[in-house]
């Protein structure tokens, strides 16, 4: 079964930092995707940003364009995890941010923006960025 913990979320005055962190377990496949989504009690859920777990020697990614040049996704394989550094925050990055994943990954990326790409979900964490 797999389960999805994200964690690192909190409150940052704008222009600060905040790291947050995707734990993983129970893939039994080693080709899939894990994607980053933010929601907002008005909004729908959006895509942020996604990248590849595979065997291929290279991580993919993919940002939104609100975000690009300020959020970073990475992981750490012997972890398990997936995090999303995010800078210069602004007021409007406060959500609720979730990781999701999903069998089979691509080199293009941009193919999997789509919440309904998604198989699995976390639970979410709140991040919130005063003004």
Known sequence: Q?????SGGGLVQAGGSLRLSCA???????????GWFRQTPENERVFVAAITWSTWSVAYTYYTDAVKGRFT?????????????MNSLKSEDTAVYYCASRPRS??????????EEYAYWGQGTQVTVSS
Do not use: I, M, N, P
């Open 2 to 6: 797999v389960q999805l913990v994200e």
């Open 24 to 34: 993983a377990s129970g893939h039994t496949f080693s080709d899939y995707t894990v």
């Open 73 to 85: 996704v990475s992981r750490d394989s012997a972890k398990s995890t997936v995090y999303l550094q």
């Open 106 to 115: 691509s080199r293009d990326l941009r193919r999997f923006q789509s919440r």
